[in-house]
C-alpha cells in the first residue's frame, strides 16, 4: 500500500473532518500497510489449506494461520480505535480491506 492508498486517504480524511487529525498519528496509519497484509496473506492461507490441516504426524489440528489473522485483526481494530475512528467507519473500511485485491500489496515488496 502507498500513502496514497484510498483506504490511508480515508483515515486521514475521517480524521481530518473530525478535527482530530495529528502529525503523529501518521505513526499508526503507517503500520496499517503491514498489518493489512498479514492479514490478507493469514486470510488466503486459509482459504487455500482450510481451517483443519494435518501436522507432521498426519493428525489433524487448527491452521496457525487463524491466529495469526485474529491478531492482525485485533491490531488494526486497536489502531483505528487508538485513532478514535467510529465503530461504524471501521465497519466501512474493513467492508473495504476485504475487498482489496491482492495487487494492492504488490507495491510494498
Excluded: C, Q, W
Aim: glycine share 4%.
Amino acid at each position: 500500500m502507498k500513502k496514497d492508498d484510498p483506504i490511508l486517504v480515508s483515515i486521514r480524511e475521517y480524521l481530518e473532518s473530525k478535527g482530530n487529525y495529528k502529525e503523529y498519528d501518521e505513526i499508526l496509519i503507517d503500520k496499517m500497510p503491514f498489518a493489512i497484509y498479514v492479514m490478507k496473506e493469514a486470510e488466503d492461507n486459509i482459504l487455500d489449506n482450510g481451517v483443519i490441516i494435518e501436522n507432521n504426524k498426519g493428525e489433524p489440528r487448527k491452521n496457525p494461520a487463524i491466529e495469526v489473522y485474529a491478531l492482525y485483526l485485533n491490531k488494526i481494530r486497536e489502531y483505528m480505535t487508538m485513532l478514535g475512528v467510529t465503530p461504524r467507519e471501521r465497519r466501512k473500511m474493513e467492508h473495504m480491506l476485504r475487498n482489496n485485491d491482492d495487487d494492492d500489496f504488490d507495491d510494498d515488496e
